[in-house]
Each structure stands twice: as structure tokens, then as C-alpha cells.
């Protein structure tokens, strides 16, 4: 049993501490809904659907998802005469006219191939660039769809706020007669005040690694990585330029895999929680550089960094798929959870993420310490 000066007991439960509401709001100068509590604020963007921000209330109340230092737009909005100068050409520049925080790519991840570029397709899938409509907004739940139409598919996101835990349920449908393959990819991205380099840590369940799209056996173990030079990727290197993908298959001996970033200076933990087996893989990505600094976070379903051209051309990596089948007139469903709490002082990063008895714990690493917050594992699980 873990003795009383090593647990650190933070239960949040909403009705001790004042009603919650949803409300519509402004973030960086953009409509969007606002999830708020007495312990927790979460953002979501009309255009894109982006998760702008999660934010603790207590403490330093910083946002640890990347936002923009350049004004954005709704994405809907992008016109090339108006806004290629500021965003850039080509697929990528209707996604970043209006990229945020917490991107999901459905259904894939990725470029999409010539033929789709000149289509007019842009990277990650529809649902980064259309807007979203709100189906649903009581208490603490908040209820999201976007309608994709190239792709005649469907996305419907639930975001739930209980204490410092914001569950996610989510539903992609296929509007059209015809299986098809899917990448499915939560597009998490770290930033700056909370992304510092050389500092915050961020720790995974993680094992086997590759660089994106390798495909002559060369591999890593976590917490390595490869870009121009070794690295290790629990922190940011304090150097001046830095980037690279890279694909790591999530520990097939767990659970629920998970990721847990710490800025011990903010006293923040950070971080998300999610089934295995419905997310295997974990993409990390990273942009260092004079003018810009993430750490991209992304469990998916995949490892391949493409649409279906790419998808059927690698079923299996390590033994483990590398996409899904979304069935005709068919569904998937996805859930996953955000969490943030008070790092407490001088802590050495996360060893572990275990769920027990209504808790979720996040163990410290050496010192063992564990920060415990109330969570409900029967919304993981779908009960």
C-alpha cells in the first residue's frame, strides 16, 4: 500500500465546487464553445473542430496546447488570392490558416497523394478545414459534428468535463455504399509557454520506434529517437533547429496507453489517457525553430502518413494493423481523456498512468510520489 506521505489525493468532484456550463465564446478572435468549470476550462473551435485549449484553473492557469504566435482564420475562410502570402500554397495551407491546439485527422492522417492535392484535398482529412455545428450543449457536455463531404463521411465528438478529466467519445461514420480504409489520428500538439526546451518532460507508454514512412527495418526503442541525430524525446533539445516524425508502437502489454507532459517551473501536469487497442500507435512529431516550437503528441490508428493509396499498401507493422475498415453505412467509435493537475514541487517526470478504484494515478518517477485525480474508467470502456 502506498503510504499517505506518497499520495497526493486530488479528488475533483464538479458538485463541491460550483455548476458547470457550456457557453459560446471567442478564442483568438474566432468563434468558438466553451466547456467551463470550477476546475477546468476546455475550448473547442467552430472552424476545424480544434481543441484550442484545456486549462486548469488553479495555479498558473496556462494553456499546454499550441496556439498560433501569427492571427488565424477559420479555415472555411481560406482564399488563395486573399491568404497565400500568410498561410502558404498548396494542401497544407487551408489546415494552417486555422490550426490549433488538439487536431483529429479522419479519415487519415497525412498528405494526401497528387491526384487528391489537385482535387483540392488538404492534409489530415476534412475535418481540420469544414465547421463544425453543435448538436448538443448542457452542463458540462458539450456535443459536435462535422459533415465531410468528399470523403462522405461523418465525425461526432462528446466532450465531457468532470473535475480535472475531459472525456472524449467520439463516432466516424461512413455516409457511403463502399467499405473503405480509415486513419484515424488525435493530432495533440504541445506549445509554448508550457513546451519549454530542455524542460518540460514528457513521458509514454511507449516501446518500438521508426521514422516516418522507413520502411528498411531500421527501428529504436523508447524513449530514443531518430531525426538528423539520435535524440531522446522526453524533452525538446535546447538547440536552435530541430524537427522530425517519427512512429512508435504503443506498449502492447498495457491497457490503455498514455502520454504525460510536466513543466515542474509551471507546476503542471499534462496529459491523456486512451484504450490500446483502439489507438496502438503513437506519432511524434516535433518544429523547433526560430519562429515556432510544438511537440506533436498524436495517437492514431495508424502509423502510415497517407490516404488509401498508402493505407492498403501497409496492413501490418511489427504484427500490429496499420489502419481500420470503416464498413458501408457503417460506424467506428473512439474514447480517450485529457487530464491536468498541479505538479507537485521537484518532480522528476512519470513513470507511470495506472486506473484503479475510481482514481486515475499518475506515479512519479524515483520518488514514486502519485497524483491522484477522480476518474471514471466505464467512459473509456463505453459502460
Known amino acids: 500500500m502506498i503510504g499517505p506521505m506518497k499520495l497526493l489525493w486530488i479528488w475533483l468532484v464538479a458538485a463541491a465546487w460550483g455548476t458547470a456550463e457550456v457557453r459560446s465564446s471567442r ?40 496556439v498560433q504566435s501569427r492571427s488565424t482564420i477559420d479555415p472555411d475562410q481560406y482564399d488563395p488570392a486573399k491568404h497565400e502570402k500568410v498561410y502558404g500554397g498548396g494542401p497544407g495551407a487551408r489546415l494552417m490558416s486555422g490550426l490549433a491546439g ?54 461526432v465528438r462528446a466532450v465531457e468535463v468532470a473535475g480535472q478529466v475531459a472525456y472524449f467519445d467520439e463516432v466516424g461514420e461512413n455516409r457511403s455504399g463502399w467499405d473503405r480504409p480509415v486513419g484515424w489520428c488525435e493530432h495533440v500538439t504541445l506549445g509554448a509557454p508550457f513546451l519549454e526546451k530542455g524542460v518540460t518532460r514528457i513521458d509514454a507508454a511507449l516501446t518500438r520506434g521508426r521514422v516516418n514512412g522507413e520502411t528498411a527495418g531500421a527501428e529504436f526503442q523508447w524513449p530514443d529517437g ?24 504503443v506498449d502492447p502489454g498495457r491497457r490503455y496507453g498514455y502520454f504525460v507532459a510536466a513543466h515542474p517551473g509551471r507546476g ?47 496492413p501490418l507493422l511489427w504484427g500490429t494493423r496499420a489502419f481500420e ?53 466505464a467512459r473509456l470502456e463505453g459502460r
Not at 478572435?29 to 466553451?34: K, S, V
Not at 466547456?35 to 476545424?48: A, D, F, K, N, Y
Not at 489517457?273 to 506533436?296: D, K, Q
Request: with cysteine; glycine share 10%; aromatic share 10%.
Open 102 to 155: 488538439h487536431n483529429v485527422c479522419f479519415p487519415y492522417w497525412g498528405d494526401p497523394s497528387p491526384a487528391e492535392a489537385r482535387a483540392g484535398m488538404t492534409y489530415h482529412g476534412e475535418t481540420g478545414v469544414v465547421r463544425w455545428v453543435r448538436l448538443e450543449a448542457q452542463g458540462d457536455r458539450l456535443r459536435v459534428a462535422a459533415e465531410l463531404p468528399e470523403s462522405q463521411t461523418r465525425l
Open 268 to 314: 503542471l501536469l499534462f496529459g491523456y489517457i486512451f484504450v490500446r487497442v483502439e489507438f496502438p500507435w503513437l506519432n511524434i512529431w516535433e518544429a523547433n525553430n526560430p519562429t515556432m516550437l510544438t511537440r506533436g503528441m498524436e495517437f492514431s490508428n495508424t502509423p502510415t502518413h497517407g490516404t488509401m493509396r498508402a493505407l492498403v499498401a501497409a
Open 27 to 66: 478564442f483568438a478572435e474566432r468563434p468558438a464553445w466553451t466547456i467551463e468549470t470550477p476546475r477546468l476550462r476546455v475550448t473547442i473551435l467552430e472552424g476545424g473542430g480544434h481543441v484550442a485549449e484545456i486549462v486548469l484553473a488553479e495555479g498558473s492557469a496556462v494553456n499546454p496546447l499550441w
Open 226 to 249: 531518430r531525426a538528423e541525430t539520435g535524440v531522446d524525446l522526453r524533452t525538446v533539445r535546447n538547440v536552435e533547429r530541430s524537427g522530425f516524425v517519427n512512429n512508435f508502437l
Open 325 to 377: 475498415w470503416l464498413e458501408a453505412r457503417g460506424s467506428l467509435r473512439k474514447r480517450f481523456a485529457a487530464f491536468a493537475a498541479r505538479a507537485p514541487e521537484g518532480w522528476r517526470g512519470t513513470a507511470d498512468v495506472r486506473v484503479r478504484e475510481g482514481r486515475l494515478e499518475i506515479v512519479e518517477a524515483g520518488a514514486g510520489r502519485v497524483v491522484a485525480l477522480a476518474f471514471e474508467e
